[in-house]
């Protein structure tokens, strides 16, 4: 059963959830806000195979692994299924999510609000990215990569690595269609 934890008086745990593909600033900008109201954070990389992804979930898991190692307080986990029964079994009391826009509200609203009806214990708390930020997409980045567009200062340098390992750049007018927030 769902909804056993009542998160008084134990450590408080939050769940960053996403697809990460790729990780961008505008990621770590929301994992590092949060981190200090929480005991520990919880950054779940969603097994979406379905959805064709660029990066396997283990390489996704392991790029935030390296990229926060040092950091103390996160935990890097994949998760398939409901996220609200992940954020149950890992104790947290929280959903943590990045609003860049008034665009992604809808989405992120209704999201919210299924997740509040699945189970009522666990709030999702919202949170905004540096404005620097605010434009940055893991859709655009691999659309922005695959042209040869300059993505330093928006994504982490080892993801930039791993991108050119992955998607030689092409040019101009060669973009192949590609998906992910
Ligand atoms: O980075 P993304 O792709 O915007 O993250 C979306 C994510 C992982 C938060 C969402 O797809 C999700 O929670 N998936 C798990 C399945 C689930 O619980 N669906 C019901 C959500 S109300």
């Given at each position: 059963m769902?909804?056993?934890v009542d998160g008084?008086?134990?450590?408080?745990?939050?769940?960053?959830p996403?697809?990460f593909?790729?990780?961008?600033?505008?990621?770590?900008?929301i994992?590092?806000?949060?981190r200090?109201?929480?005991?520990e954070?919880?950054?779940?990389?969603?097994?979406n195979?379905?959805?064709?992804?660029?990066?396997s979930v283990?390489?996704?898991?392991?790029?935030l692994?390296?990229?926060?190692?040092?950091?103390?307080?996160y935990?890097?986990e994949?998760f398939?299924?409901?996220l609200?029964?992940?954020a149950?079994?890992v104790?947290?009391?929280a959903?943590?999510?990045?609003?860049?826009?008034?665009?992604?509200?809808?989405y992120?609203?209704?999201m919210?609000?299924?997740n509040?009806?699945?189970?009522p214990?666990?709030?999702t708390?919202?949170?905004?990215p540096?404005?620097?930020?605010?434009?940055?997409?893991?859709?655009l980045?691999?659309?922005?990569?695959?042209?040869?567009?300059?993505?330093?200062g928006?994504?982490?340098?080892?993801?930039?690595?791993?991108?050119?390992?992955?998607?030689?750049?092409?040019?101009?007018g060669?973009a192949a269609?590609?998906?992910?927030?």
């Amino acid at each position: 059963m769902i909804g056993a934890v009542d998160g008084g008086g134990g450590p408080r745990i939050a769940v960053y959830p996403g697809s990460f593909d790729p990780l961008h600033e505008g990621h770590l900008d929301i994992m590092r806000r949060c981190r200090p109201l929480f005991d520990e954070v919880v950054v779940a990389v969603l097994q979406n195979e379905g959805k064709a992804p660029l990066f396997s979930v283990e390489e996704r898991v392991d790029m935030l692994a390296q990229i926060l190692a040092g950091e103390p307080g996160y935990r890097v986990e994949s998760f398939s299924g409901l996220l609200v029964e992940f954020a149950d079994r890992v104790g947290a009391c929280a959903i943590v999510r990045g609003l860049r826009a008034v665009s992604d509200f809808e989405y992120e609203f209704q999201m919210a609000l299924m997740n509040r009806r699945l189970l009522p214990r666990i709030e999702t708390v919202f949170m905004t990215p540096r404005e620097e930020y605010s434009f940055v997409s893991s859709r655009l980045v691999k659309e922005v990569f695959r042209l040869g567009g300059d993505l330093s200062g928006l994504v982490p340098e080892l993801v930039i690595r791993r991108l050119r390992e992955r998607l030689p750049p092409q040019g101009e007018g060669q973009a192949a269609a590609v998906t992910g927030r």
